[in-house]
T-cell receptor, first 112, second 114 residues
């Protein structure tokens, strides 16, 4: 079983739609959780951190469920510019290293 | 402008010909790391460095070397490249003092080894 698993998609949605991605992780010692965005052939960029109480940034809402070991990302009112791959990232400490485990990503295509 | 700069961005080379991919950051970050990204395998850490002269292996260090002689630079060295090192490579940095999980990535170096 992969340490971090995501539905690869692709998710094809029309503009204005609401779309949700889930991500499960296997290491219960995981301490921090993040969503990164990666455009085609570009570098990943932090979209948002995921806090235990859930957090929102504009049209984006992230949730964490530690008991079930999953993270979610909700995008409301999708824009064409939201088309990208969304990477779920989990961190735990491994000695001196801030160990980041990356999911393979969920591909989103927002269509006009 | 805060950035991580990698060079070269694209490289085609042949088996066994030593090469170096440079990485430089201007954010005074202590933590730097190299990743490779391959289809179906995602991002995997090659090496990381907590500070000058401090480096350590990540998950896939075989065939690679790194050095950290200055805080801003973290070159990746392939002493004898092989075709299985064909990949997209990313250098990343982060402030170690308050690690928020935000890694700043370079634009990537696409390497092909024939």
């Amino acid at each position: 079983r992969k340490e971090v698993e995501q539905d690869p998609g692709p998710f094809n949605v029309p503009e204005g739609a609401t779309v949700a991605f889930n991500c499960t992780y296997s290491n219960s010692a995981s301490q921090s959780f993040f969503w990164y965005r990666q455009d085609c052939r570009k570098e990943p960029k932090l979209l948002m951190s995921v806090y235990s109480s859930g957090n929102e940034d504009g049209r984006f809402t992230a949730q964490l469920n530690r008991a079930s070991q999953y993270i979610s990302l909700l995008i409301r009112d999708s824009k064409l510019s939201d088309s990208a791959t969304y990477l779920c990232v989990v961190r735990y400490n491994a000695g001196n290293n801030r160990k980041l485990i990356w999911g393979l990503g969920t591909s989103l295509a927002v269509n006009p | 402008e805060a950035q991580v700069t990698q060079n070269p961005r694209y490289l085609i080379t042949v088996t066994g010909k030593k090469l170096t991919v440079t990485c430089s950051q201007n954010m005074n970050h202590e933590y730097m790391s190299w990743y490779r990204q391959d289809p179906g395998l995602g991002l995997r850490q090659i090496y990381y460095s907590m500070n000058v002269e401090v480096t350590d292996k990540g998950d896939v260090p075989e065939g690679y070397k790194v050095s950290r002689k200055e805080k801003r630079n973290f070159p990746l060295i392939l002493e004898s490249p092989s075709p299985n090192q064909t990949s997209l490579y990313f250098c990343a940095s982060s402030s170690d003092r308050v690690f928020t999980g935000e890694l700043f990535f370079g634009e990537g170096s696409r390497l092909t080894v024939l």
